[in-house]
């Protein structure tokens, strides 16, 4: 047996060379090349577009929605906080209660609650009247800056010298807004 002829040594270098060279890269034509550059200029284009529009126009509507929300929050809180409070007593602690809803109405309201707890506390102590209210549910019927208007359903449970009564209500309670607070200017029975 006769081995096979091997390459000449500069046959073979030549073979190695080849095998072992990486592979020439193919040339892109100038159109190609040119497509790709403003493809790309296109999309870095559209991405600053995008982030322009997210800072200049959806994130105030996000502020102002969550301005609203949170104004929301409170007339309902202080609609309810009210509602509650007013629901709230015993013939015992009237003056303190009289104290804890003043606080939370606007200065025409609390002429005209004034006014009235003033035939109302003679009653309760003659009755020895008490009171424990719950509110239900409540919604905001209208928001603007400076005015609201909440609808609050609340139980109450009066207890007095006639004997126990269960109670039912349903207000619309209107609020305005005085230096930054919430304050109750009226409220009315709705059926």
Do not use: C
């Not at 322009?52 to 929050?73: F, N, W, Y």
């Not at 928001?143 to 909440?150: C, E, I, N, T």
């Not at 139980?155 to 607070?181: E, I, Q, Y």
Request: cysteine-free; aromatic content about 6%; hydrophobic content about 45%.
């Amino acid at each position: 047996m006769t081995s096979p002829a091997t390459p000449s040594g500069t046959e073979h270098d030549d073979e190695t060379a080849r095998l072992t060279e990486p592979p020439k890269r193919a040339r892109m034509s100038p159109r190609l090349s040119w497509a790709i550059t403003a493809f790309l200029a296109l999309v870095v284009v559209l991405a600053l577009v995008v982030v322009v529009l997210e800072l200049v126009v959806l994130r105030p509507r996000d502020a102002k929605a969550q301005a609203e929300q949170q104004a929301r929050s409170e007339v309902v809180r202080t609609a309810e906080r009210f509602t509650a409070q007013v629901n709230n007593y015993k013939a015992s602690s009237i003056d303190e209660y009289k104290k804890h809803v003043a606080a939370m109405l606007s200065p025409k309201f609390k002429s005209q609650f004034d006014a009235a707890m003033k035939d109302i506390v003679s009653q309760v102590q003659q009755f020895k009247i008490s009171s424990k209210g719950d509110v239900l549910t409540s919604a905001v019927a209208s928001l603007d800056p400076d005015s609201a208007q909440v609808l609050v359903v609340a139980d109450a449970s009066t207890k007095s010298t006639f004997g126990p009564r269960a109670r039912h209500f349903r207000w619309k309670v209107s609020l305005v807004k005085l230096g930054g607070k919430w304050l109750i200017d009226d409220y009315t029975p709705v059926a």
